[in-house]
């Protein structure tokens, strides 16, 4: 069947441009392979393949691994023609046999040969794209790249911008219909105008430029989105002296393709400077900001946009996947683009026309806005959000990571359901004051995305019914930066962790059925592919990206060190590699025995290491995620020398940017205070271990579980809904369960924050059931267990 489709699939596509037939992503991608980003034009990371399946994934071993040097591993690969190709660090590209995991060449973009600014503010590429004997790359500095699949040679290379204002290239460029589809990002920077470009992939001639933000130069491809964005910037986008004042829009991730339609979708990113009161004096949409834009594929035009945050100011964004499907809405198949955006609601449009198809739920705890207002499709925004000439800071859900952000959602059209890889995350925001805090320069913002919010500092795997608007189960990750997904034929979901575990659940009821140690954290998306009628699951280790560097309140107390090993995994089902064993040394700070504390030398210290973005890639407060090194243990911060020799360039080759602006006073400072960090790091590891020890810990009491409880439990045949009524009396629990299939009277006891209840039930045949179950922020959690029926996760609400 699958080798039928292969053969199809070519002589399809060359018959006509335009085939009455709707083309189908078995028609625009070979089963087998993994040749883009997404999997295919409707980026769904969702593969046909069904040998691994829920029955056997128990059996998963690992197949063939290669060791990676450390630096940015937070990528996803790609797999054709029987090859492995991933990037990783600043655009070092591999390809490797599918089969054996022998590496059959590698290509380095050169990115830190030349780094200047534009690796400041870079994690480092995120993925590559191939079509037809090439792989094709963007380095983190703008040159798009044309690889010979088979020998890793340059077929072609051209320079993406225009001029020098500060930018980067992290996104996975796509190949859709003959055009390499490039995007780029540094909004958070620069007010440069966004844009995408498309190049022909034979020769890497520019097809079209398409520009997200208004601006003099009109390409033709602009005509019309000029006319459109120009009306919703009213006060233009210059300053007196010409200078640009307000722009961004940066398309630094997300794009899908559907051929029928001949429709490209850009995922449009925030603007600069946040603040719309300095971008944008006279207000407004400011168009095409955090919106989804429509264009034809082959000319760049206009066709439609659809926003999720009119007139942005807190680096909201569109640039999450943006995924196609078919659904049934209200009754009428719909072909549907849907997207989590990061500010927490999930949306449902219509993809030939941009209508809001349904009341677009939230994924996450949402205070900028009440609920989408279906007539207008504009969110009804809460008050304080807009901070624009109000004292003090507010706080706003999701912060500016975002519900969600670049880590792909996945989709599968057997279950109907998509798997969004959640953050649940606050941050305070303010109108721009002086002081500490203040990463965003000339934002006219105060951000502080780095909080101990209660509640806050969560992440979650969460099955989202698309059509529903309704979360149908979750479950709930270490750490505060969720893995991205892959969902499967087999009825599975592949997910990476922050604590090193690679996890495969069953797709209908979030059940770990599998899990692998991988030693260091996964976040980049997992793949999977078939070679000579075997099926194999690919995934690359490492940390990398915002997680690595800012999330280190709910990530500091898992192992996420630079130093740890990273690598390609790949697991079949009779894999036979192990790897190599792998001990742990505790890292401790370097003897500092003339150390002074002098607060107000490392709060000088503090601003330049804020100022300089040093914590984009060493960490908020200096607590490295595994991005880079975490300076507090480094002894090069008791070495005035050696330090300044690093900050100047000497480790340019391992990818540590240059910094020569930064004076030597500030150096001084700034190197005071990682040595102030450094001593304070062991107390506080400890008390990160502390804090987590005590979360898993439940401190529920006994008069938590007593009443009523609407509960969900997540059996293999799908959610069973049941009400749990339960009385407390001392440590002794009495209750009832009432469902369809009957009533079953429950009799336990609490002990240390949980009660454990049971019954007798009759129906199909007698078998015990029972409760275990904990209280948690008002829901109860915990498991069912049916006799010789298995055990389940069960929620439940007031
Ligand atoms: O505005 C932009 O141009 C831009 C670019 C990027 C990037 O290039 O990775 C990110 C963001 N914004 C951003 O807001 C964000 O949260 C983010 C997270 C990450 C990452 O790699 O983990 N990149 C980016
Ligand atoms: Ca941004």
């Known amino acids: 069947m699958a080798a039928a489709l292969a053969t199809i699939a070519p002589l399809a596509l060359t018959a006509c441009n335009r085939p009455a037939q709707p083309i189908t992503d078995l028609m625009t991608a070979d089963p087998d392979e993994w040749p883009s980003w997404g999997r295919t034009g409707s980026e769904t990371h969702y593969s046909p393949l069904d040998e691994i399946d829920t029955d056997n994934v128990a059996d998963l071993k690992l197949a063939w691994h290669y060791d990676l040097e450390p630096g940015y591993t937070a990528s996803t690969p790609l797999m054709a023609e029987g090859k492995v190709f991933i990037t990783t660090g600043h655009s070092h590209i591999r390809a490797f046999d599918a089969e054996t995991g022998k590496l059959l060449w590698e290509y380095d973009g050169g990115t830190r040969e030349r780094a200047k600014s534009a690796l400041q503010m870079s994690w480092g590429s995120k993925g590559i794209a191939y079509n037809k004997g090439h792989v094709f790359l963007v380095t983190t500095d703008g040159y798009v790249v044309s690889l010979d699949a088979e020998t890793g040679k340059e ?9 020098d204002s500060p930018r980067n290239s992290n996104g996975a460029p796509r190949v859709f219909d003959g055009k390499v589809i490039v995007g780029f990002g540094g909004a958070d920077i620069s007010p440069a105008r966004g844009f995408v470009t498309a190049y022909d992939e034979n020769t890497g001639k520019k097809v079209w430029r398409f520009y997200t933000t208004p601006g003099d130069a009109v390409t033709p491809a602009n005509k019309k989105a000029e006319e459109v964005m120009r009306k919703t910037w009213p006060s233009g986008w210059k300053n007196e002296d010409g200078t640009r004042r307000g722009g961004g829009g940066t398309a630094w991730n997300a794009f899908s393709y559907d051929p029928d339609l001949n429709m490209l979708y850009i995922g449009v990113g925030n603007g600069f400077p946040y603040n719309r009161d300095k971008r944008s004096p006279g207000g407004g949409d400011n168009l095409f900001l955090a919106s989804v834009v429509a264009v034809d594929a082959d000319t760049g035009q206009y066709k439609w946009h659809y926003q999720v945050c009119p007139g942005e100011q807190w680096d909201c964004t569109a640039t999450t996947d943006m995924t196609l499907a078919t659904l049934k809405i209200d009754g009428k198949e719909r072909k549907v683009l849907m997207q989590a955006p990061k500010n927490g609601f999930f949306y449902v449009l219509d993809r030939k026309t941009g209508e809001l198809l349904n009341q677009p739920g939230k994924i996450a705890k949402v205070t900028w806005a009440d609920h989408i207002d279906m007539k207008t499709g504009r969110p009804v925004e809460n008050p304080g959000i807009r901070y624009n000439g109000k004292p003090g800071m507010f706080e706003m859900w999701p912060g500016p990571t975002g519900a969600h952000s670049w880590m792909p959602q996945a989709y599968s059209p057997n279950t109907g359901l998509v798997y969004i890889p959640v953050l649940e995350n606050g941050a305070l925001i303010g109108e721009g004051q002086e002081g500490g805090g203040e990463i965003t320069r000339g934002m006219g913002v105060t951000l502080i995305p780095e909080v101990d919010l209660p509640g806050g ?29 892959m969902t499967s034929a087999g009825g599975l979901v592949f997910e990476g962790q922050i604590d090193g575990k690679f996890v495969a659940r069953d797709a209908k009821n979030g059940k770990e059925l599998w899990s692998f140690k991988t030693v260091s954290p996964v976040v980049g998306a997992p793949i999977t592919y078939r070679m000579n009628g075997k099926q194999y699951v690919t995934v690359i280790t490492g940390a990398g990206g915002q997680g690595a560097g800012m999330q280190t309140i709910a990530d500091a107390p898992y192992r996420t060190d630079y130093r740890l090993p990273r690598r390609v995994l790949t697991f079949t089902l009779d894999g036979k590699d192990t790897l190599p064993p792998f001990t742990y040394t505790e890292p401790t700070p370097p003897d500092d025995p003339t150390y002074k504390p002098d607060p107000k030398r490392s709060q000088a210290g503090f601003m330049v290491y804020a100022g300089n973005a040093c914590l984009v890639c060493h960490g908020w407060n200096a607590v490295g995620g595994g991005a880079a090194p975490d300076l507090r243990y480094s002894p090069v911060i008791t070495d005035a020398d050696a330090f300044k020799a690093i900050v100047h360039g000497a480790l340019k080759p391992n990818g540590m940017p240059p910094f020569p602006q930064i004076s030597d006073k500030d150096l001084e400072d700034l190197r005071f205070y990682l040595r102030t960090r450094a001593q304070q790091a062991p107390a506080e590891k400890k008390a990160a271990m502390d804090k987590l020890k005590a979360a898993k810990a439940s401190n529920a009491k006994p008069q938590d579980f007593a009443g009523k409880w609407n509960i969900v439990i997540q059996s293999p045949v799908g959610p069973q809904k049941a009400v749990l009524d339960l009385k407390v ?70």
């Open 155 to 163: 077929a072609w290379k051209v320079y993406d911008y225009p001029d």
């Open 457 to 485: 500092h969560r992440s979650f795997l969460k099955a989202w019914d698309p059509v529903k608007q309704a979360e149908v189960w979750k479950v709930e990750l270490p750490g505060s930066w969720p893995g991205g997904v």
């Open 729 to 798: 009396d001392g440590n002794v629990v009495t209750g009832t369960a009432k469902a369809d299939q009957g009533d079953v009277d429950l009799t336990g006891a609490f002990k240390d924050g949980r009660i454990k209840i049971e019954g007798k039930a009759s129906m199909p045949m007698p078998i015990t059931i029972a409760y275990d179950l904990t209280v948690k922020d008002g829901e109860l959690q915990g498991e069912n267990s049916n006799g010789p029926f298995g055990t389940f996760p069960v929620t439940g609400t007031r």
